[in-house]
């Protein structure tokens, strides 16, 4: 199985949600690859936003080596699930998809909490350091049920 995390930037959410995901993956028995990507080039080749790498090491968790790059086609090819952590990002990435079978594989990243409450993780790029630990927040419960439903077979 491999998961792709997507938001604007790739340098503040989604380089959280892989790290996250990655990191409670490895605590189960489940195997997967987490990535992630931004429907942007704003930020291509830069490391993950400094509060990001903040309170990730914060709580335990290290995405240094993280690059910002931009989603692409191919990716619809190398992944299997497609998580987009807002509303926006999610019309974009269904806009890139090329057939029913790619459409198929996006979903809203907090959908596996609310499903159909179209809830989104909110863009912290413009927030002091309370919005990151909120996202960090989110994120995290959101990753623990995708491991839940990974374990349990619900995710296909
Ligand atoms: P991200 O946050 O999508 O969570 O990585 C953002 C990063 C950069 C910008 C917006 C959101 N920006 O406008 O440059």
């Known amino acids: 199985m491999k998961i792709l995390m997507v ?10 949600a892989e790290g ?7 605590k189960s028995e489940f195997k997967a690859m987490v990535d992630s990507a931004g429907t942007s080039s704003y930020h291509v080749g ?8 903040e309170v990730a090491r914060k ?11 931009q989603i692409t086609r191919r990716d619809f090819d190398q ?19 090329r057939n029913e079978s790619d459409l198929a594989k996006v979903r809203l990243f907090l ?13 912290p790029y413009y927030s002091g350091k309370d919005g990151f630990v909120n996202v ?6 959101a990753s623990d049920a995708i491991v839940d439903e990974l374990e349990n077979n619900i995710i296909k």
């Not at 959908?111 to 863009?123: N, Q």
Request: net charge negative; glycine share 6%.
């Open 7 to 16: 938001c604007l930037g790739n340098i503040c959410r989604s380089p959280l």
């Open 20 to 26: 996250i995901l990655r990191s409670k993956l490895q």
């Open 46 to 53: 830069e490391m993950a936003d400094p509060r990001s790498i």
């Open 59 to 69: 709580f335990g968790i290290d995405i240094t080596d993280h690059r910002s790059r």
């Open 79 to 97: 992944f299997d699930l497609i998580y987009a952590m807002d509303n926006s990002n999610f019309r974009n990435i269904c806009n890139l998809a």
């Open 111 to 123: 959908d596996v909490i609310e499903p159909g409450g179209m809830l989104e993780v909110p863009d």
């Open 136 to 141: 960090f927040r989110l994120i995290e419960k």
